[in-house]
């Protein structure tokens, strides 16, 4: 069997998020390699989402895992590295639909330059309004604000973006 | 000294400073005045760790002992932290106050270091500058808001700042091998920083109603980078570092 890169990220596919179940750690867009050497070994390469993730060792592990199950693969290693900087426009189309299953609002696009401003016209994940109040940009997880939907009177949290 | 020996001074400054404050934060898990401002001490606290471990990484890299060793085993002296960053957390006033000086230092530090010269620093300082952003915001917000609140807010808010301005000054103690971070490119130094740094807090704090100390009055507290700190640091470590101490290998 000829091992492919693609073959490897569609397997990871399978590697959901430990925070956000619904959503593949490639949809998130934290693997920014795979390498293939002889006999079959695999290098992959991820970077961190936020610097203080507790999850991301976990879900070394867990690629570690998923990868171990497959036959005629030779060593699998796992390394974390900066040198592409994760920033959540690397989430896919398919992830934000991911996100948005999970029930947070998907982060907006191309935010490089963010503001409370823009932070506030985060539109509800429940009813699409954008009628929302942002309680705070820290939530439950390093990658969640807290906002409130005046339209649904929903609280909800979001997925910032970085 | 030499760069290798010049960018370890750096690195352990900007990690012992993320540390020391992201412990003091995490002195305000389970008491923030209000549920939100309990998570969002806590996240920041969660966030400076983070980031303090990947430059202790760093450090690693460069021949110094792992993280943890480096994190949990030395005594006061052997810190590089600023005093801004050892004192206890106070009133919320106090912290918050902290938070705003510190966070727009770090923010425009990591800024600077995006085009490091030293490519392993850059590319850390990219994500963290991201990160802090969030911290300066919310700071912001908060200085504004209790600068424009009442008499009472207002005047506890000066209060604090005036307490905290010449420990905040300390930040920018300059290292002993400034111009050769300079020249190599690896940091713009810490005179430059601080003219930056100024040039942002002061319309911002005049903004939120709040007076910047007289000038002439301003007097650096220094002393911290050489590993002369003031008494709130070793008991602060005597806590971080209690499970350590009791088994090394603990793990969770």
Same mark, same amino acid.
């Given at each position: 069997?000829?091992i492919?890169?693609a073959f490897i990220r569609n397997e990871l596919k399978q590697v959901?998020?430990? *925070?956000?179940?619904?959503?593949s750690?490639v ?7 795979i *390498?293939? !050497?002889?006999?079959?070994?695999v ?8 610097? !203080? ?10 690629v570690?895992?998923h990868l171990?199950k497959i036959?005629?693969l ?19 189309? *398919? !992830? ?23 932070? *506030? ?42 | ?252």
């Amino acid at each position: 069997m000829n091992i492919t890169p693609a073959f490897i990220r569609n397997e990871l596919k399978q590697v959901k998020d430990p *925070e956000i179940p619904t959503i593949s750690i490639v949809d998130l867009g934290i693997v920014t390699g795979i *390498e293939i !050497g002889e006999h079959n070994t695999v290098h992959v390469t991820l970077t961190p989402t936020f610097a !203080g993730c507790p999850a991301l060792r976990m879900m070394e592990d867990m690629v570690k895992e998923h990868l171990g199950k497959i036959e005629n693969l030779g060593e699998i290693t796992v390394k974390t590295s900066f040198e592409t900087t994760w920033t959540t426009d690397l989430i896919s189309d *398919e !992830g934000h639909a991911a996100i948005k299953q999970h029930g947070l609002a998907p982060p907006m696009r191309n935010c490089a330059h963010i503001s409370m401003e823009i932070l *506030e016209a985060t539109s509800c994940p429940y009813c699409d309004s954008n009628d929302t109040k942002m309680k705070s940009p820290f939530g439950p997880t390093l990658c969640r604000s807290l906002h409130y939907c005046n339209n649904c009177k929903q609280a909800f949290e979001g997925f910032k973006p970085v | 000294m030499n760069n290798i020996d010049a960018l370890k001074e750096l690195l352990y400054k900007m990690a012992d400073d993320q540390l020391i404050i992201g412990h003091r934060n995490s002195e305000w898990n389970g008491l923030g005045p209000i549920l939100e401002e309990d998570i969002a001490f806590s996240s920041m606290a969660q966030d400076k760790m983070g980031q303090s471990e990947h430059l202790y990484n760093l450090l690693n890299q460069l021949g110094e002992a792992d993280a943890d060793t480096v994190a949990f085993t030395r005594n006061a002296p052997q810190f590089h932290c600023s005093h801004l960053v050892e004192l206890p957390i106070g009133g919320y006033d106090f912290s918050l106050i902290r938070h705003f000086l510190f966070d727009f230092a770090e923010y425009l530090r990591f800024e600077a270091l995006k085009t490091s010269a030293y490519q392993p620093l850059a590319q850390v300082a990219k994500k963290f500058f991201g990160e802090v952003k969030y911290h300066t915001m919310h700071a912001n917000t908060w200085v504004y808001q209790l600068g424009h609140g009442n008499e009472e807010s207002n005047g506890k808010m000066q209060e604090s700042l005036n307490f905290a301005w010449d420990y905040a000054l300390g930040m920018f103690e300059p290292g002993p091998a400034e111009e050769m971070l300079i020249n190599e490119n690896i940091f713009i130094g810490e005179e430059a920083l601080q003219a930056k740094w100024l040039e942002v807090v002061i319309p911002l704090l005049e903004k939120s109603n709040l007076v910047i100390p007289e000038k002439s009055s301003w007097a650096p507290i220094y002393g911290g980078r050489t590993g002369n700190h003031t008494a709130h640091l070793q008991p602060l470590l005597s806590e971080m570092t209690e499970v350590y101490s009791i088994d090394p290998s603990a793990d969770w």
